[in-house]
């Protein structure tokens, strides 16, 4: 074998080396799925919906089944009620289009086993990964049915309250439904008071506030709201102006 061979076999082991390591490292830098999360109101299912063509699909009210607008069927979720901490586990019965406005549809089963205020429907909505094994219960007791956490997920605004003492019983109890439906989050603030302006023209709404969460962090919010009925009206008009995936926040 002439040296120009041995040249040749030998550059084509290093490139043929260097292609299978590029593989390995883009395979081993796959990114890791982001689960969803949220928070916001459940709409709980009544047969009118359907025949009133809000949802487009049946749900039975006597099983633990809810619909979702994009997770997909047989998703593993948890739907929580942070009023008492309760939560359910199941999978997404249907993929299904509903009013913007809710971020979950829910059986009434569901709504007795967590206790939700038909007033207040506020949960929080979260997927759970794979290998997270469970099997929603459907033919045992009531009791046995009720899936209790002792805690669960909390947002930013509940941490400081929690990081404060207080001796009001009653405002606890009245700050404990009042909601926030934030708009946007800013890097200048600059930016954040040019939509507020906007927005407070072209909605005639004037509770609009902004928050600074960092040192390039602004948040532009709407509230507080004491109830569901009463965010309903301005989470509709911001809905219309084109405002489409806006999170609720308990304070």
């Known amino acids: 074998m002439n040296f120009l061979n041995k040249i040749l076999i030998l ?10 390591n590029n593989t390995n490292t883009r395979s081993k830098h ?9 928070s916001g109101f459940a709409l709980l299912y009544d047969e009118s919906y359907y025949d009133e063509k809000i949802i487009k699909s049946k749900l039975d009210n006597n099983t633990i089944s809810i619909f979702h607008s994009f997770l997909k069927k047989n998703t593993s979720i948890k739907i929580i009620n ?19 406005i809710f971020n979950v549809v829910i059986s009434k089963k569901i709504a007795q086993i967590l206790e939700i205020d ?32 002792e805690t669960a997920p909390v ?8 990081s404060k003492e207080s001796t009001n019983t009653e405002n606890n109890i009245i700050k404990k439904n009042n909601f926030v439906l934030v708009v946007s989050d800013f890097y200048y603030l600059e930016s954040a008071e040019n939509l507020k302006n906007e927005l407070i023209e072209k909605t005639q709404i004037n509770n609009f506030s902004i928050k600074k969460l960092g040192s390039n962090k602004y948040r532009l919010s ?30």
């Open 11 to 20: 550059l084509f082991i290093f490139l043929f080396s260097a292609c299978v």
């Open 155 to 162: 947002d930013e605004v509940k941490m400081d309250d929690l």
């Open 82 to 100: 942070p009023e008492n901490s309760k939560f359910v586990e199941t999978k997404v019965t249907k993929k299904i289009d509903y009013p913007a």
């Open 118 to 149: 038909p007033e207040n429907p506020f949960v929080e909505v979260i997927e759970l990964k794979k290998n997270k094994t469970f099997v929603a219960k459907e033919s045992n007791t009531f009791d046995e049915e009720r899936n209790v956490a």
């Open 222 to 251: 709407l509230g507080p709201f004491k109830n569901f009925n009463a965010l309903k009206t301005s989470y509709i008009s911001l809905n219309n102006l084109g405002f489409k995936e806006l999170n609720i926040y308990r304070e």
């Open 30 to 38: 796959k990114p890791d799925k982001i689960f969803h999360s949220s």
